[in-house]
């Protein structure tokens, strides 16, 4: 998965590299005053002499390009701590919580982010932190088949993102990872699922196909689970409900190979239960539970 560009903190009109003369000017005199009263400063009070917003935030801005995410951040909150009214203080908040997101530093990207929309709600850039907190969420999804949870908090941060701002930029590939999350958690069911139906648990079997064409309607599990559902009630002799689920089948789904094979299992109900990803999924499972 690509990073996230910068692209859309960098100033609209460039800033100027050059230092501010005036302050240098102040920073030579008053180094002068402090070694003609016999004061020595520290490399730590070195770091604390203010600097124009624009050298500050530019210097921060390279750094980040420079591939030094984590020094970038420090730089760009510095920036902030510096010229907290300044209009790149603002900008800043969001720079250092994408440079944190770069480094993987994900729950202090997730921080910074919160902070940017309690103070800035009608802020420009306010959808794309949603859709960076969001991100922060996504990426850190390892095994859905394991822990669902950050596929979750991806999920709902994407909705919000999507609810809040449906013209954004952001909200297009937003809708995409709502999609591919939703394919994650159903897919996560009907793992379960199919497990409990491979031990003729049939009731837990149905509660998570259910579940997939509830909450997951619009993933591309939802054939399959329409198929399971009715294999789980033909073996629990319930015709007349496999009859309604294959009518809904057909109807939302006649090009499906899950439809068809509902389709062959309804006019064949002593056929076996179609191959393949049945036995594939009773591996993964096991796993899960051992």
Known sequence: MGRVGIAPYVLNKQISAEPNVTIQ??????????????????PEAEDQVEQAVEVLYQDALKTAIGGEPEDAAS????VERQHPSSKLATRAQVMAAWSFYDANQYSRATAALDRFIELNPADP??????YLKALCYYEQIVDV?????MTRLALNAFEELVRRFPRSNYARDGQLKIDLTKSHLAGKEMTVGRFYLKREQYVAALRRFDTVVNDYNTSNQVPEALYRKAEAYLALGLVDQSERVYQVAKYNYPNSIWTERLTDLRENPEKPAAPGLV????????????
Request: with cysteine.
């Open 75 to 78: 730089k760009f909150e510095e």
């Open 145 to 149: 088949e394991r822990d669902a949870e």
């Open 125 to 130: 850039l306010v959808d794309y932190a949603y």
């Open 25 to 42: 000017k102040t920073i030579l005199l008053f180094a002068a005053c402090c070694l003609l009263g016999g004061c020595a400063t520290s």
């Open 279 to 290: 036995k594939r999924s009773v591996d993964l499972i096991t796993n899960i539970f051992n």
